[in-house]
């Protein structure tokens, strides 16, 4: 268990003020909430709610205001745990606690495990909520503009050609997507809930598939049979859904790869600063 002088002090200060705390709090954490994100389970005496810090925002730059009002929409739409509450500098948010399995740990089998990631797919693709529209290409640009250029040529050329493949896709093919659909984002029970909105726009279905079988390191067979599943759910003919999928996974693995070394970049630098403050 975390104690609380490992928070930062301002957010320390803005949670004892929260009315939620007021009569004291606990925090547990719970797995990490992505590569630089955390989370935590906070326990008052009444109630229990998840809290998740951001520390990847000089890597994300996400307008998380307008996160935190899609997020609410998808909740009242059935598919999001209820946000309860974003941070004066949205540095974290609290969100209510759901207990459930995720897909992770369920104990599912592979194939009714596809399954159900189709059937979320499916769901998310068929929200009506307004919402940011997905420049991938302008996105690949804010994490190349974090690394040194003469180390990332075969990244900043990559970016360039795949960035025709993204602007050419037919726009009847924008939906509502996730972006980030991991097993450990989907719950085990009916009806479902999926987490972590923080990646959610309108953007391309295709992509937000390949990023699912990407996140989820998904072997040839597990590809297969999640198509084959988002198929009977959506209408789309196999052929042309696994065409259109394997056209964006470079596209997923070129963003995938950008990021982390972003991140990568960004946490050194963080760590050198921190460093000549200590020293």
Not at 38 to 45: A, G, Q, R, V
Not at 135 to 141: E, F, H, S
């Amino acid at each position: 268990m975390p104690h609380r002088h490992q928070l930062k002090l301002a957010l320390l200060a803005e949670l004892v003020e929260l009315e939620q705390c007021r009569q004291g709090f606990s925090l547990e954490h719970v797995q990490k909430g992505g590569a630089v994100n955390s989370s935590f389970l906070l326990t008052t005496p009444t109630q229990c709610f998840f809290m998740k810090t951001f520390e990847s925002d000089q890597v994300n730059q996400l307008n998380r205001q307008e996160l935190f009002g899609i997020q609410k929409v998808i909740w009242q739409q059935g598919l999001a745990c209820e946000p309860i509450y974003l941070s004066n500098a949205h540095s974290f948010q609290l969100d209510a606690w759901v207990q459930s399995q995720t897909l992770e740990n369920s104990k599912l089998g592979e194939e009714q495990k596809n399954i159900q990631l189709a059937n979320a797919l499916s769901q998310i693709h068929g929200l009506q909520i307004d919402g940011p529209l997905l420049d991938l290409p302008r996105q690949w640009a804010s994490y190349l503009k974090l690394l040194p250029k003469s180390k990332f040529i075969k990244e900043y050329t990559l970016a360039q050609n795949l960035a025709d493949i993204w602007y050419q896709a037919p726009k009847n093919d924008l939906v509502f997507c996730h972006n980030d659909l991991s097993l450990q984002h989907v719950t085990v029970q009916t009806p479902l809930t999926i987490f972590d909105w923080e990646y959610c726009a309108y953007s391309n279905r295709y992509f937000d598939i390949a990023a699912c079988i990407e996140v989820n390191q998904m072997n040839r067979h597990q590809q297969e049979n999640l198509l084959i599943h988002y198929a009977k759910l959506s209408n789309v003919a196999l052929d042309i859904l696994t065409k259109n999928v394997n056209n964006m996974l470079p596209l997923v693995n070129l963003t995938s790869h950008l990021w982390y070394c972003a991140a990568d970049a960004v946490g050194k630098l963080q760590s050198r600063s921190v460093d000549k403050i200590s020293g």
